[in-house]
């Protein structure tokens, strides 16, 4: 009896097994059905929203388009009304002429006319609104500018190597090179005989044998500007005119060299050395606004400085020694070109860091776009630490290589220099006469 119930037990255990069974297996179907219904829903779904997705992605694309086909309308209306302008000035120039560029690393020479013009363009006239801000700021130009340091110091390599003055031509460049040296005294002792003393060495910058040996005529050969503190302009104007020389006096203003004064007492130092006779005034920018990236603030009081230097010329010096990068140094060439500079500069010769030939080739590259973008010329002072004939054939090799010989005048090419007048004297006096003067035939100052 008992065996038999334990088998009715367990015949039922099995039954249920198999029913259990036979449920789940039927559960798995209903499950993989359902699934597949999920899935087919998502299909019927997800169409729709990469439809969407697609359609919204398109529209901004669209509008993308929109907005730089716009842009670039705009841009072509300003180069439009530059041009406009410059024909006006000049009916000579001509629109190709003002917008051609060429693919080659070296400007194609231009003729005395293109010259002549493109010369009187540069230079201030009484309405100095033309001159201001020439070319409307444009940030997203300055903003999307970047440099390439290493390509940078891979072509100062190349020009070094290959591309070097040959000793036959020397006499002919360092000669030129003098014409284009702003004498400069910015001591703390200058005083009217100091300021006398310069403007006798900017007049006749070699001694009278030298010149005879080199045939030049007596007065010829003069250096592009003198350059003094505003306290000074009207003594260096007396001396120079004492002396019948036909050299600009530059004055260096705006706090110089550190700019850390209000943007009053600034643009008052500028007007109070225009007023005394001078003729180009030395500015230095805010480095504050351009280690911010504050590009359109530095835009406005450049714009200002260059209000209140009238007709003198204004050369904007960068102080690239505390711009901290090439980019930052290339941004603000940029931006001081549109303030309309008509030079700009690399340091005050204060700082550690001034002039080298890596950081004088981006700015170079800067004017070269800039030129190119809008027909307007702006020249380039290298300043500080130039003291050797070698240093100056080295930037007027740089000069001729990025910019074209148009470049290497007085009325683009400034030197900033005291010492450097000595060594071309005795450099000279080497070609001329087989060997250098003793030291007693060489001025001491």
Avoid at 2 to 21: A, H, M, W
Wanted: net charge positive; glycine share 6%.
């Amino acid at each position: 009896m008992n065996s038999n119930n334990v088998k009715q037990k367990d015949d039922k255990k099995l039954n249920t097994t198999k029913e259990d069974k036979e449920t789940t297996d039927e559960k798995v179907p209903r499950l993989r059905k359902s699934s597949l219904k999920v899935k087919e829903n998502e299909k019927n779904v997800n169409p729709n929203r990469e439809d969407k997705t697609r359609e919204r992605i398109a529209k901004e694309k669209k509008d993308a388009k929109q907005t730089e086909e716009k842009r670039r309308t705009e841009e072509k209306k300003e180069r439009g009304k530059i041009s406009k302008a410059v024909r006006e000035t000049n009916p000579k120039t001509t629109p190709n002429n003002q917008n051609k560029s060429t693919s080659s690393i070296l400007p194609k020479k231009m003729s005395s006319e293109e010259t002549e013009s493109k010369s009187q363009m540069r230079k201030p006239t009484k309405n100095i609104s033309s001159k201001v801000g020439t070319f409307s700021k444009d940030l997203g130009w300055v903003n999307r500018s970047c440099v390439n340091d290493q390509a940078v110091k891979n072509r100062v390599q190349d020009l070094l190597s290959s591309r070097l003055i040959h000793a036959d031509q020397q006499v002919e460049w360092l000669a030129r090179s003098i014409q284009c040296i702003d004498l400069t005294t910015l001591a703390g002792d200058d005083c009217p005989s100091n300021v006398a003393r310069l403007c006798s060495k900017a007049a006749h910058p070699l001694s009278d044998d030298l010149t005879k040996a080199l045939q030049i005529k007596h007065g010829l050969l003069t250096t592009g500007a003198v350059c003094v503190y505003p306290a000074r302009v009207a003594d260096a104007c007396l001396g120079l005119e004492r002396l019948g020389a036909n050299i600009p006096v530059a004055s260096v203003a705006t706090g110089f060299p550190t700019g850390q004064t209000s943007l009053k007492i600034r643009l008052e130092e500028i007007e109070f050395a225009v007023a005394n006779g001078a003729k180009e005034i030395d500015i230095v920018i805010n480095r504050e606004l351009a280690l911010s990236q504050n590009w359109g603030e530095l835009y406005n009081e450049l714009v200002e400085m260059r209000k209140a230097c009238g007709e003198s010329h204004m050369k904007s010096i960068l102080a690239v020694g505390e711009l901290c990068n090439l980019t930052n140094i290339y941004k603000a060439s940029l931006v001081a070109m549109m303030a309309g500079s008509d030079f700009i500069k690399t340091s005050t010769g204060k700082e550690t860091v001034n002039a080298t030939l890596p950081i004088g080739l981006v700015m170079c590259r800067a004017i070269r776009a800039y030129n190119r973008k809008t027909g307007f010329k702006v020249g380039f002072k290298p300043a500080g630490g130039i003291r050797t004939s070698k240093d100056v054939l080295q930037w007027m090799t740089l000069m001729k290589e990025e910019l074209g010989d148009d470049y290497l005048t007085p009325d683009l090419f400034r030197i900033g220099a005291s010492a450097l007048l000595n060594d071309i004297e005795r450099n000279l006096a080497n070609h001329a006469t087989g060997g250098y003067f003793l030291a007693e035939k060489m001025p001491m100052a």
